[in-house]
């Protein structure tokens, strides 16, 4: 059974820096292809970041050059990395295991329960 589970998210003032965790079980990171989405209230799930099997990572336009995916096979975890947030950033973030075609991602059934990051102006 897939289990995917977030954690790290916490009230940040703009500028500053958050790592976000999901922990899989139930699968190996190492031959799949996981992805951060994240939804603010009244707003559509969008996604964030994704890395396929390979390594290869794809960002949103709107975290371009400010976030990191990148992942600790040993420990079976995905990281998503923060940085120079901004008060636009509030919203919960979810873990997903999906499926990389080139440059886009697709969205599969397995999600986690959410972490939720608050960006104070």
């Known amino acids: 059974q897939v289990q995917l589970v977030e954690s790290g998210g916490r009230p940040v003032q703009a500028g500053g820096s958050l790592r976000l965790s999901c922990a899989a079980s139930?699968?190996?990171?190492?031959?799949?292809?996981i992805a951060w989405y994240r939804q603010a209230p009244g707003k559509e799930r969008e996604l964030v970041a994704a890395?396929?099997?390979?390594?290869?990572?794809n960002y949103g336009d709107a975290v371009k050059g400010r976030f990191i995916i990148s992942r600790d096979i040993p420990a079976n975890t995905v990281w998503l990395i923060m940085n120079s947030l901004k008060p636009e950033d509030t919203a919960v973030y979810y873990c997903?295991?999906?499926?990389?075609?080139?440059?886009?991602?697709?969205?599969?059934?397995?999600w986690g329960q959410g972490t939720q990051v608050t960006v104070s102006a």
């Open positions: 997903n295991l999906g499926h990389c075609r080139g440059a886009d991602y697709y969205a599969g059934s397995s």
């Open positions: 139930g699968i190996t990171i190492r031959i799949n292809d």
């Open positions: 890395i396929s099997s390979g390594g290869i990572t």
